[in-house]
T-cell receptor, first 117, second 110 residues
Framework: GAVVSQHPSWVICKSGTSVKIECRSL??????MFWYRQFPKQSLMLMAT?????????EQGVEKDKFLINHASLTLSTLTVTSAHPEDSSFYIC?????????????FGNGTRLTVT | AQRVTQPEKLLSVFKGAPVELKCNYS??????LFWYVQYSRQRLQLLLR??SRESIKGFTADLNKGETSFHLKKPFAQEEDSAMYYC????????????FGSGTQLTVLP
């Protein structure tokens, strides 16, 4: 089945540094990928929609200059948390849809646990 | 705006008992509804979708447009059903992003 690989699985960084999270679709191409954030014991909140070859669409309240998204190819989207602060500590999950199947469900990565000290 | 509500954060049932996880939604058009499941230490995965009208692992869910509900049901719960369940909705827009409910942690007791 379709697999989405997310890397790293966990990362600890110091306040003020930047962290990049990669999301790859391994056996399918995705024109659209989605980035979610999940706080402890809460639901997944959509942060932004990543579109291949164009700018990402951010949800209300998500700072685009802080959460940089790049979707350079049909199999890779990256989320960079810039100048990270402790309040950015969270679980970040990406998902992707096979471009050949417009109505197919999303496939999820395993998530990245970010801890900012 | 689209919204998904799962009123129960935690649900415990005994093995062999019926289980129902509630989901209500709010959407102005015709949504597509899904149930996703996350087993311990595994990624989120699709359990079923309303347009397929299928039964997966004994689970079924019927879309009730009148009550705007998409409750997940299983007549006889098994211990391996213990997991976090998320109800999700997508609209008909071009991006088709998912909106998730807050999730229900199901525990099936022996």
């Amino acid at each position: 089945g379709a697999v989405v690989s997310q890397h790293p699985s966990w990362v600890i960084c110091k306040s003020g540094t930047s962290v990049k999270i990669e999301c790859r679709s391994l056996d399918f191409q995705a024109t659209t990928m989605f980035w979610y954030r999940q706080f402890p014991k809460q639901s997944l909140m959509l942060m932004a929609t990543s579109n291949e070859g164009s700018k990402a669409t951010y949800e209300q309240g998500v700072e685009k200059d802080k959460f940089l998204i790049n979707h350079a190819s049909l199999t890779l989207s990256t989320l960079t948390v810039t100048s990270a602060h402790p309040e950015d500590s969270s679980f970040y999950i990406c998902s992707a849809r096979d471009r050949r199947q417009g109505s197919s469900p999303l496939h999820f990565g395993n998530g990245t646990r970010l801890t900012v000290t | 705006a689209q919204r998904v509500t799962q009123p129960e954060k935690l649900l415990s049932v005994f093995k062999g008992a019926p289980v129902e996880l509630k989901c209500n939604y709010s959407y102005s058009g015709s949504p597509e509804l899904f149930w996703y499941v996350q087993y311990s230490r595994q990624r989120l995965q699709l359990l079923l979708r309303h347009i397929s009208r299928e039964s997966i692992k004994g689970f079924t869910a019927d879309l009730n447009k009148g009550e705007t509900s998409f409750h997940l049901k299983k007549p006889f719960a098994q211990e391996e059903d213990s997991a976090m369940y998320y109800c999700a909705l997508t609209g008909r827009g071009s991006a088709r992003q998912l909106t998730f409910g807050s999730g229900t942690q199901l525990t099936v007791l022996p």
